[in-house]
Nanobody, 119 residues
Framework: HVQLVESGGDSVQPGGSLRLSCVAS????????MAWFRQAPGIEREEVAA???????TSADAVKGRFTLSKDNAKNTLTLQMNSLKPEDTGMYYC??????????????WGQGTQVTVS
């Protein structure tokens, strides 16, 4: 049974930091592409950052230099460190599992999300 459980969302002021965690169960994060997405009201869900099974990361231009994606294979956890937060970072953040080890833009499972509000 695949499960993704996000946590760490909160309300912060601009310039603040948050650390989001996604605990995976039912599969090893070491074997799949994993990613964080976000969705603000009225806006399409967008990919924030992704990491392949080999550890190669990509991130959206809007978060480059501010957000860092990492994973802990031993703890089966994905972490998104978010610094220098801006109001436009506000949204529901979702953890996603890809369908294969490399990141191909296809996603098989989603978590329930954790809310981030920057104001």
């Amino acid at each position: 049974h695949v499960q993704l459980v996000e946590s760490g969302g909160d309300s912060v002021q601009p310039g603040g930091s948050l650390r989001l965690s996604c605990v995976a169960s039912g599969f090893p994060v070491s074997s799949y592409c994993m990613a964080w997405f976000r969705q603000a009201p009225g806006i399409e869900r967008e990919e924030v950052a992704a990491i392949s099974s080999a550890g190669r990361t990509t991130s959206a231009d809007a978060v480059k230099g501010r957000f860092t994606l990492s994973k802990d294979n031993a703890k089966n956890t994905l972490t998104l460190q978010m610094n220098s937060l801006k109001p436009e970072d506000t949204g529901m953040y979702y953890c996603a599992r890809g369908t294969v080890p490399y990141c191909n833009g296809r996603w098989g499972n989603w978590g329930q999300g954790t809310q981030v509000t920057v104001s």
